[in-house]
Each structure stands twice: as C-alpha cells, then as structure tokens.
C-alpha cells in the first residue's frame, strides 16, 4: 500500500520536474522584455480606459508615455495635471501642465423656447435622426434631444433633463475626457477652460442660419447681431457664420457680452446674481422689436 | 418562365392606384423654389442675380466640375431671391425662387408635339447636349447622365439597359411614361446608343405592367438591336445591379460599377428626358410625379415643373386627406418622410405618398430571434442581423470586412423582419461612417 504512495510521489515529481525545465527553456526562448515603467505608469493613470488622451486606452497610452522622448501633446484629460506630475516623477522627466477644462452644451433651445414642428418616429439615436433630417424644430442646428452624448459618458457627468428635454453636464464629474464631443452629430459640445467655482460664460447656440430665420425657430438662438463682439474689452468674442464665439482662453468674465445680448443666447452659470438684469435684457429686447 | 435577379428580394403589396390614370399637366404654382443641388456631386452655381427676368428653359446655375449638374428656370417670371429652402433631406439648401408671370420658354425649344426619329448629331454632340440640358438620372439616384455615358478609358460598354421595372409599390410614373410617349424612349434608345456606340440595349419591365410590355415590344420590333423583357416582379429589382443581373445574368463585382461588366443603364424617365433634350433642345425643367395613398381621393401621375412645392401637387390630387401621417417623397420603400409639405420637387422626386397616421406608425422594436429571414431577402448577399449590432458597437473593421459598402439601402430588411427591428437604420448609419473611414485612408 506504501509502495503505490510513493512511487506515485516520485513519478508526479519527476512529472512537475521535466515539465518545470522544458516550460524554463521555453520563457527564456521567447522572452519578451517590456519597460517595467509601464505598469508603474499603468498605475498612475485612472483606469477609465475612456480614449480621452486619444489612445486606445489606458495601457496604450502608457506604453506611449514611456516610450515618447517628451510630454508633448501627450495629456490624460481625466487624471489632470496632479497625474500628469506624478507620471513625470515616475519617469523623471518634466511635467507639462494643461489648465483644466469642462463640457458645454452649446445649446439652449428646450421646449419652450423652441418649439416643435414635427414628430420623429424613427430610432432613437441622434446620429440615425440627424442623418434623416434636420431635426423635430424648425432649427437645424439645436439639440435633437436622444442623448447619444448620455450612452458615451462614461463618468455619469450628463443626464437629460425630461423637463427641458437637453443634455445636462455635471460640472463635478465631467472629467473633459471629451467623448461627448466627438459623439454628438452637431457639435454641440465645447470643451472650455474650468473656471474655479465653475463660472461658466458662453454662447448656447450653434446655429448658422440668418437672424431672422434663428429668432423664427428658436427664440434664444443667437442671430449673429455683433453686439457682444462690439462690447467686449478683451477680444475674447468672434463672430463667423452668423454666431458669436466667445473664446473660454481670453475670456475674463468681465460679464460685459451677457446683458448686450438681444436673445439671451449669452448664458452665465456660478456668477453672482445681478443687479437688475432683468431690467437691462427687457430694455434690449423691447428696442430690438 | 420570366426572368429575374437571384439572390433575395419581396414582393409587398403593389398599390399600383394610379397606373391607368395617365399623365395630367399640373398648373403653374404662383412661385417656384429651384435648388442648386439635385443632383449627386458638387452644388450648381448660380449664373442669374435677384430681380432678373428668366424664361422657361433659361439656364439659371452651371455644373461646377464634372460630376455635377446644369440647373434650368422650370416657369418664367422674375427672380424674387437666393436663399435657403428646406429639401428633402430635411436640411435647408440654397434655392433659386420666381414669382412665376405667364410661361414663355425660350426660342430654341421645339414646343410641337410631333416624332422626330432622324439623328443627325454625332455620339460626342449628343452627351454635350445631354450635359447643358443638365439631365440627371430620373429613378431616383439623380447621377449625372453625361457622366455616366462617359465611359472610364480601359472600359468598354456593350449593351445598354433601359429600366421600366418600376419594382417600388404605388409608383407608376415610369408605368404611365411608357404607355404615353413609348415612341419617344424609343427614340430615347437610339440616341443612347449611339452616344455609347453600343449595339444592343434591352427594356426591362416587370410582368405586373402587361400593357406596356406588349406597346414597347411592338414599337421596338421597328428597329433595330432593342429587346423587350418581362420580368417577374421581385422588389428591388429596379436597383440596378438587380436589373443586369435579371436581364444579363451578368454580376457587377463588389465596389464596381455596372460598366465593369459592360453594362450602362437608365431608367425610362431619364430617356425621355434625353429625347426631349437632343430632339427637341429642351432642358430638363419638368418631370412625371406619382401623387398617391390609400386615403387620397384622386390618385394621378402629373408633369410637374421642378421647383413647384409639393403642397401643391398633393392639392391638385384632392388636397390632405385628415388622418395623414406621413408623406413621403419618393417610394414606400426606399422613400423619405418629409418635415414640411413645402419641399419643392427636385429632378430625382418620382413620387409623393401619403399615408394614414395608422399605417405609417413605426411599430416597437424586439429582440432578433434569428430567424435570418433578412439574410434571405438580402439582394446583395449580406446579413443584416450580424450588420445591426456591429454598427451599434462601431465595429467599423469588422463592418467593412462583412461589405456593409455594398447595401444597397433597399429597406427589404426592415420590411421582413418579424421583430420589427430598424436593421436599414444602423446599417445605413455604419455605412456612412465606413465610409468616411474607407475616403479618409483614400487620401492619406
């Protein structure tokens, strides 16, 4: 009884033995030797594996990091500058810093503001309906409101707000990883620079149609008057295509643009409540007609 | 037994109300909006300034480059502006407008009705004028047709294909065309044939329009090297790879043109359109346009001015029957919704349909069951099953790789589907973007 004990032991050892030596020879055969750095950068980066840097994912974008001579043009939008500095010290290279930014929707046309002239039945999919027409309102330009940008998100930053029937960026957990912009079918999101607090100063509307034909389907579309571009100190403001750009670089905030604006298209978000804004805009509006 | 095309195809309803109506003239509408773009390739340009006076006929924009088109004044009357208009692809496009004032076509045109069979011109004379009178492919496609007689160098053309198939359900402008000016696509034919030096062409018309099978048989049994076919009728079989592989046998090569297997077809309409241009120096600035529904109360054909709004056919028919859904510009199948009922009719508009609010509802989508009764139906050979959800996960190389650039976007998918999937959605959505793909690697 012993005996099949341990002859069984020696064979199964002797077994393991040859196996251990022929698997040895083979490792060392087909040998592949990779950068130990690149899991130390591995390790830094968030695991979002979201393509925001532009590679495909975060494993790729590490192998790159490691092997580029410099930081150029290489940037983890989700991990921020903290990553990037953390990365350049595993590396012992130099750091480069980018300011941080935030998603917009430059679009303001809810519901009420833009009215609906048909009725879509088709798929629900931005991309399917932009491709078929110009959409449910008369603007060809707006939010066609089947949150695409929603299913790409891969950080909950944006939900659809059933009430106004628009996407809506969650400033705290928008990574800029800019996912949302390549998706959306009209361009609808920018990715400006991250004011502290979240101030927010922009244009909400894309449309390039002539003033009169923009106010007819949206009534806070922006018609491309120059106003906001007449009034602004920094030259922060371009005007092309019948829209009014403001430039989040050169943009100070000063909130001069915002009262100008005769359709309210300028929005201002985390900035402190004005005097008589009200006021002022009536006035506008009031001479405009 | 009739002739057909292998691989897939359905047989929905006909639907066919307005075939024995013949072809009515539509009055002039009070004005006419002319898009600069209806035609496959680049924008016309405007030749013409607001507040000019314009006749019917009159040039109005030039082709730009090659694959492009010249755009005639469809009425007379006084340029009112240059502006935007919403299409039929839902998106606003540069127009010409006129304020419509009488109808006086210019001198060259030859307003009498009578036959003229002799050819004097040459091949070469005959596509230039094809080009000025800026005729496009009338089934739907609107390809340039001087472009299309232009055949590549290393390429030969042997026979001509002349589509009277009409495989859509409801339309019967082609149908109508045939059995009024069926001596005029013969002449069409000639020409046509001298213009490519090919000696042989063939009509295929499918066996649900008997009439205008036995009349095109007896007027081309006058001549020479035309040959009529009766086909069985089998959706879509106007496509065109369909139609030469139902009348030649022949199978144009994936990414190929139909020239690569010595073939060049055109639709009836487009041959009239060439007849009505080399015959009788007239530009192409009208069109037979299908006006039918289930619920319309008087179904017709019309010759149409391009550039009227389509509201005005649909009145001219009996007006907006109350429980309209939809209207769709083109076929039930390969046709398209309309935003607005004021889209102005367009070179390539075959027809208008309307349908009942219950009859054109999308129904609700449920899992595939795998049933692959769309692989079956598929005339291309292509399993839209497998092409849906690949294009939901932008599996854009595994797209490419299951030639999703050869769908031919003819819906018998989405028709067939049990589960009422909108298979042609996504794949038309997956093409596009392989497409971009496939041009951008082109060009690196």
């Known amino acids: 009884m012993s005996s099949i004990i341990i002859y069984t032991i020696i064979t199964l050892s002797l077994l393991g033995a040859v196996a251990a030596l022929v698997l040895y020879f083979v490792a060392q055969r087909f040998k592949v030797y990779e950068d130990p750095n690149i899991d130390l950068v591995e390790a830094e980066l968030p695991a979002a594996n979201c393509g925001g840097c532009g590679f495909a994912g975060c494993r790729n974008f590490a192998e790159t990091l490691v092997k580029a001579e410099t930081f150029d043009g290489l940037f983890c939008p989700v991990g921020g500058n903290e990553t990037m500095s953390r990365i350049a010290s595993v590396l012992g290279r130099e750091a480069v810093t980018q300011e941080a930014r935030v998603a917009v929707l430059r679009c303001n046309g809810t519901c009420e503001f833009r009215p609906k002239i048909s009725k879509y039945d088709g798929t629900m999919s931005c991309a399917i309906a932009s491709a078929l027409y110009g959409g449910e309102t008369g603007c060809n330009y707006g939010c066609l409101g089947f949150g695409d940008c929603v299913m790409v998100c891969n950080f909950d930053a944006l939900h659809m707000d059933p009430v106004t029937g628009l996407p809506v960026v969650d400033d705290k957990k928008c990574t800029s990883c800019g996912a949302c912009v390549k998706e959306c079918p009209k361009d609808l999101f920018e990715l400006r620079k991250r004011w502290k607090g979240d101030k927010k100063i922009y244009v909400a509307c894309m449309n390039e149609d002539k003033g009169g034909v ?29 829209l009014a750009f403001i430039d989040s670089v050169k943009c100070k905030l000063c909130r001069k643009c915002a009262p100008e604006c005769p359709t309210n298209a300028i929005l ?3 900035l402190p409540i004005r005097k008589q804004p009200e006021t002022i805009n009536t006035q506008l509006i009031n001479k405009e007609e | 037994m009739l002739k057909t095309f292998k691989k897939g195809g359905i047989h929905p309803p006909e639907n066919k109300f307005s075939a024995h109506n013949g072809i009515r003239k539509l009055p002039l509408p009070g004005s006419v909006a002319i898009l600069l773009s209806q035609h496959l390739g680049a924008p016309a340009k405007v030749i013409v300034n607001k507040g000019d006076e314009v006749k019917t006929g009159q040039l109005i924009a030039t082709g730009e480059g090659f694959v492009s088109s010249n755009v005639h004044a469809s009425v007379s009357g006084k340029i009112a502006k240059i502006d935007d208009v919403t299409d039929i692809s839902g998106y606003r496009k540069q127009a010409v407008f006129i304020d419509v004032a009488g109808d006086e076509w210019i001198e060259t045109i030859k ?45 030969k053309a042997e026979c001509l294909i002349i589509n009277g198939v009409e495989c859509e359900p409801y339309l019967t402008s082609d149908h109508s065309l045939m059995l009024e000016k069926g001596e005029e696509i013969i002449v069409g034919i000639q020409l046509l044939k001298k213009a490519l030096n090919v000696p042989l062409a063939h009509i295929g018309i499918e066996n649900n329009k008997p009439d205008a099978i036995v009349l095109m048989e007896k007027l081309a049994a006058e001549y020479k090297g035309i040959k009529v076919h009766a086909l069985k009728v089998k959706y879509p079989q ?18 190929g043109l139909p020239v690569d297997v010595g073939v060049v077809a055109f639709n009836v309409g487009t041959v009239f359109a060439v007849y009505e241009a080399v015959q009788k120096n007239k530009p192409l600035f009208e069109r037979v346009v299908t006006i039918t529904g289930k619920t319309l109360s008087q179904p017709a054909n019309f010759r149409v001015r391009i550039g009227t709004p389509i509201s005005a056919v649909i009145n001219a028919a009996g007006g907006i029957p109350g429980d309209t859904g939809k209207i769709v510009s083109g076929g039930p199948m390969m046709g398209k919704a309309l935003s607005d009922p004021e889209v102005p009719v367009m070179k390539g508009t075959s027809g208008v349909l309307l349908f009942a609010s219950g009859e054109s509802a999308r129904r609700n989508m449920l899992p595939c069951i795998r049933c692959a009764k769309c692989v ?9 099953y497998l092409l849906m959800p690949l294009a939901q996960k932008n599996s854009f190389d595994r797209l490419e790789a299951e030639h999703v650039m050869d769908c031919i976007e003819c819906g018998s998918c989405s028709y067939t589907c049990p589960a009422d999937r909108p298979l042609l959605d996504f ?6 973007k392989v497409g971009r793909i496939i041009r951008t690697r082109k060009k690196q």
């Not at chain 2, 496509?239 to 022949?250: D, N, S």
């Not at chain 2, 079956?376 to 839209?384: I, K």
Request: glycine residues 12%; proline residues 5%.
């Open chain 2, 427 to 432: 794949i038309r959505l997956g093409k596009s």
């Open chain 2, 376 to 384: 079956s139906v598929c005339p291309m050979g292509l399993e839209p």
């Open chain 2, 238 to 255: 106007g496509g065109e790879k369909q139609l030469i592989k139902a009348i030649t046998g022949r199978e144009v090569p994936s990414g």
């Open chain 1, 268 to 270: 201002e978000f985390g």
């Open chain 2, 111 to 155: 307003r009498d009705n009578t036959l003229e069979k002799d050819i004097q011109l040459t091949g070469e004379e005959i596509i230039k004028k094809i080009n000025e009178a800026g005729i496009v492919g009338l089934g739907g496609a609107t390809f340039p047709t001087h472009v299309k007689l232009t055949v590549p160098r290393g390429k």
């Open chain 1, 214 to 242: 923009a106010r007819k389907n949206c009534s806070v579309a922006c018609i491309g008057c120059s106003k906001c571009f007449k009034v602004c100190p920094h030259d922060a403001i371009v005007m092309k295509n019948n």
